[in-house]
């Protein structure tokens, strides 16, 4: 966890907004699962390393929404916890079975919520 923690902080510092933050991760993630997933043959190597930065990451979203003190709403906070569950289990899903084309549901979740978070849904 001390990479994605690292590498939180490291954007901290460029950005004003938490949720521009927020949105960042999430693009950085996804970009290190799409560029496995495009270079599937030569990059298979990294399917590892692209996983576990973005379930560290996720379990940073999680452990926050799931904190009596988060500010956030209730509905809010369950969602991000759903969403977190999902993202666990179906990596677990690609670990056990890896396929190029199971990544693409972890990219797209990640790009979605960037989106949404940059304020560009």
Do not use: C
Request: hydrophobic share 40%; aromatic share 4%; proline share 4%.
């Amino acid at each position: 966890m001390h990479n994605a923690a690292k590498a939180y902080g490291t954007v901290a510092q460029q950005t004003a907004s938490p949720r521009e933050l927020e949105a960042q991760l999430l693009l950085r993630a996804a970009s290190r699962l799409q560029n496995v997933h495009d270079h599937w043959d030569s990059q298979r190597s990294s399917l590892d390393h692209a996983l576990l930065f973005n379930r560290k990451l996720w379990t940073v979203f999680m452990t926050s929404a799931t904190n009596s003190e988060n500010p956030l709403p209730a509905e809010v906070r369950q969602n991000i916890a759903n969403i977190g569950l999902f993202v666990m289990n179906h990596t677990l899903t690609v670990m056990g079975n890896p396929q190029p084309e199971r990544l693409r549901s972890l990219i797209n979740i990640n790009r979605q919520l960037a989106a949404g978070l940059s304020g560009n849904a």
